[in-house]
């Protein structure tokens, strides 16, 4: 007999009863269960101990493998690590003993239904509408792009917004190991890795995914996050025609996110001379987006820097179109910033132009100052 889905998702809900409030309040980003008397969240970027408490030990356990077997997957103490999804679309990492000998760690990331846009980032202070349009032209233009910055800098949400700039005619296909993004185009394939059944059978690893992808004639290749040798194949499929590529990547600046990105190509199990994979990894990206958590709680972009390619010598070179300058701190200890154009201009300018697009004044003004040698 099959549990119908909607008793199922409400049974997967009532074990996590302690923190279902949290999980309905708006205003919480993440929830963090540190066994079952020390549950955290976080509220705009600020993190703070709560009340709530699992009975014990026992149903914090329940709960999760409830969850596992939602998502039909195995947790016990040979597999102690679960990725999984709530109902309502919340990603959920969990570790249990003996990975986590102090009981089950439970790290819950919100799913927000209401559609995160380019606007609402500018009126949050993320971005500026100048930076806002350059992305713009840049993703139109099919530079291929990555979306670098720690863990809660809002990577995947800005993968989103950015998804909004291409065109609606392009067939779009997405990898992802765990299904987060929602990306609001109407030519959408969605893919999803998983990892092996209790009996080592039924794996299919994102490499297998982005090699099937390759046969599926898509127009643009979104991965959900590049986390090992998949980023070889990654890196040879935008530098052998397939243009305007998003994904994102763990790295706290654009230098560092070159840098992994070698290093995850290295683990592939192909065989590549370190010169000629750094000269591809140098033709293959474009361009870099940085996010950042900073100190105040506030997420915002700080980089959009241009790859220009990879030198024997000098290593990466990279060029900032816009980059964040720090102020100080406001009475509240919010900080203030300005995220300004550098003066470079992207070198797919002529592309730009040529789909009808142009670049904010500000930038070509920029462009002027620092060939007065000013300061910009």
Known sequence: ??????????????????????????????????????????RKGKVTL??????????????????????GRHVDEHRPILEARLPDGSRVEAIMPPASPDGPSVAIRRFFRETLTIERLI?????????????????????????????GSGKTSLLNVLSAFI???????????????????????????????AKGRGKVSIRDLFKATLRMRPDRIVVGEIRGGEALDLVQAMTSGHGGSLCTVHATYPIDTMNRLETMALMSDVQIPLFALRAQVGSAVDIVVQTSRLQDG?????????????????????????????????????????????????????????????????????RERMKAGQDT
């Open 1 to 42: 007999m099959t549990i119908p889905r909607e008793v199922f998702e409400q049974t997967v809900l009532s074990f996590f009863q302690p923190v279902r409030k949290f999980l309905d309040d708006p205003t919480v980003s993440e929830v963090m269960i540190n066994g079952p008397n020390e549950i955290w969240v976080e």
């Open 50 to 71: 709560t009340d709530a408490k699992f009975v014990n030990l026992e149903a914090l356990e329940s709960a999760v493998r409830n969850l596992a077997q939602f998502v």
């Open 123 to 151: 009126g949050f202070g993320s971005l500026t509408g100048d930076a806002a349009g350059c992305i713009e032209a840049l993703v139109a233009s099919k530079n291929n792009i990555i979306i670098a910055g720690g863990t």
């Open 167 to 197: 065109g609606d005619g392009e067939r779009i296909v997405v990898i992802e190991d765990s299904r987060e993004l929602q990306l609001q185009k109407p030519h959408v394939v969605m893919l999803e890795a998983r990892p092996p059944d």
């Open 298 to 366: 506030s997420r915002c972009i700080t980089h959009i820097t241009q790859v220009v390619g990879h030198d024997a010598e000098k290593g990466y070179i990279l060029e900032d179109l816009f980059l964040r300058k720090y102020k100080g701190k406001d009475p509240d200890g919010g900080i203030i910033s300005e995220f300004r154009p550098t003066g470079h201009l992207p070198r797919s300018l002529e592309m730009i132009r040529a789909m009808g697009m142009e670049l904010p004044p500000s930038m070509y003004e920029a």
